[in-house]
Every structure is written in C-alpha cells, then in structure tokens.
Nanobody, 122 residues
C-alpha cells in the first residue's frame, strides 16, 4: 500500500486547509485510516481516524474543528481543518492499518505517507 499526502501549506490563524491522502496498491486489506501530526520536539500524535464502517475518532484538541472523510471512488482520505490555531503547526501524516482494534498507537499502523507540513501563523 502506498500513501501520498498533499494539501499542506501556510495559513493564518482562523483559516482552513484540506489535506488529501491518496492510497494505492493492496488497499482491500485496509480497515482503518488515520491522520497523525508531529510538531518539532514532540511525539507523533493521533489527530483523527476513520474505519471501513465510516466511524470516526478525533483528538480532543481538534474536535469540532477537523473532519475526516473517505472518498472510496477515488481511494482518497481527506482531513478538513477549520479554525486553525498556531498550535496545529506540525507535519501531518496519513497512515493505514488492517487491524480493527481501537488504538491510537503509532505502532499499530502498517503503512505511512511521507508527511506534509502545515504551518499556522498567528
């Protein structure tokens, strides 16, 4: 499975960005897609995930501002980010896994994209 993110950039606080993650390869094995972010000097943290049934999970810090969704026809997962804050600045990664077990652990994911930088200025 290959994952390619796009859509990062520089935005002012309060603005919006939409990240995309295009999946290819043996995607039939994938049951959960996740979005992670990693700021300088910090651990990688789960932002949101979505499973094959459409159920979503969000970090408390982004609830009500971020939304993830899947376009199955395009094999693409999106992360719509609204009301962005400077503390949202990080490299954002999409990830995929076959396991259905609920988990936020980085080690649970089998495949990772290359990451895309999101910078929010104050």
């Amino acid at each position: 499975v290959q994952l390619v993110e796009s859509g990062g950039g520089l935005v002012q606080a309060g603005g919006s960005l939409r990240l995309s993650c295009a999946a290819s390869g043996s995607i039939f094995s994938i049951n959960v897609m996740g979005w992670y972010r990693q700021a300088p000097g910090k651990e990688r943290e789960l932002v949101a995930d979505i499973n094959s049934g459409g159920s979503t999970n969000y970090a408390d810090s982004v609830k009500g501002r971020f939304t993830t969704a899947v376009d199955t026809a395009e094999n693409t997962v999106y992360l719509q980010m609204n009301a962005l804050k400077p503390e949202d600045t990080a490299v954002y990664f999409c990830a995929a896994r076959s396991s259905w077990v609920f988990s936020t652990r980085v080690s649970m994911y089998d495949y990772w994209g290359q990451g895309t930088q999101v910078t929010v200025s104050s």
